[in-house]
């Protein structure tokens, strides 16, 4: 036996699968693949807790793909985005295959009837977003009562994104024999609670603590004014060579930044939830292909964005949540290689920086750059309103201070 595929032996994998992993160069299962393999594997429902990079797709995609060859039925994996749908049947298209095993993506944003033409195929694998599976079940364009294996994956996000609703929706159309792969990088009591709902006894396998930051990647913070972010950003364009993956908060702000990158003659794209599907690929194929250095991203349209090699994530704007922190620093730093995570943060976002510090459970170094004024963090700016307001309460004490 060649011992470039021995790591992933013992895992209960068929010969068949394990020839593809040799063939895809696949050496060593991941920590997500060597323990959630064999438990999925086993029949087992699975709770893991894995962020982005981490090798999750194929955690569930081996067994997914191994099941199905035993048994008549379909597989179903749900994802929050139309990128990681994508991505996600991408990565188990070659499995599949060796099987000859259809499949199948359902997302928003692309006409319906190219998908109903691929699901008259009779795909046993169906990767979708929560929404246009529903319409395609709506429409019985799809049936769900034969799925033998359901994957709800980055569920945190999914219940982020406001799908709740619908996934409960599709877990009453599917079986309730069934397997069902829990994937989220953070684990909130929600998620908690739908597991309980739809899951028989599963096991928890934590690959990661809830919200830890990959490892390899160092981070650093610089604390600047708002209206000096853009010039501190051009001049760390310049200190770093490799692609770079910075965030915005808003939509709005990805493409300001992106259109000011460009005059200044970077090669960079946006991806958001302004621009069409077929922008969106247009951006990161030109980000996977160094037509782009630079990618700028929302949170929401960044999901997934399974890119090798991303030396530096640029938190533009810190995340309104910690647990997105987390996310968006699981695309530096991928299987394995090293990674950096720069934040810039305004002075008035110490409180979301100590929050975010507590997720990941380490502290974030503060940077200065020699050319652009550094700042410290302070308390919030005070409203109008509440400037008012503190002088009232300060002349009501000093009256009440005085009658006593
Ligand atoms: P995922 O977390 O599933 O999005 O996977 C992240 C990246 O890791 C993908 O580009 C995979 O191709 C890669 N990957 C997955 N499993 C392995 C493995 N066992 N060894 C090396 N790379 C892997």
Redesign the pocket.
Known sequence: MSSAHGGFYGLGIAPGLLKKLEDLG?????PI?AKGIPLANDGKDVIGV?Q????????FGIPMVQHLARVKGKGLVLTPTRELAI?VRA?ILPFARAFGIGSAVLIGGEPIRGQVRALKKKPRIIVATPGRLIDHLEQRFVRLDDVKIVVLDEADRMLDMGFAPQIERIMRKVPRRRQTLLFSATMPTEIMRIASTHMRLPVHTEIAPSGTAAEGVSHEVFVVKRDLKVSLLEKLLKQYKGSVLVFTRTKRGAWVLARSLRRAGYAAAEIHSDRSLAQRKEAMNGFKSGKYRILVATDIAAR?I?V?GIELVINYDLPDEPGTYVHRIGRTG???MKGHAISLATPDQGKDLRSIEKLIDMTIELSEHPEVPAETFGPKPRTAFQKKFARYKSRVSRRIRRKR
Not at 26 to 30: A, I, L, N, S
Not at 52 to 59: C, S, V
Request: hydrophobic share 20%; glycine share 18%; aromatic share 4%.
């Open positions: 696949y050496e060593t299962p991941t693949q894995a982005t990079g981490t090798g999750k797709t194929l955690a991505q990565a997934g399974d090798e991928r299987a394995g």
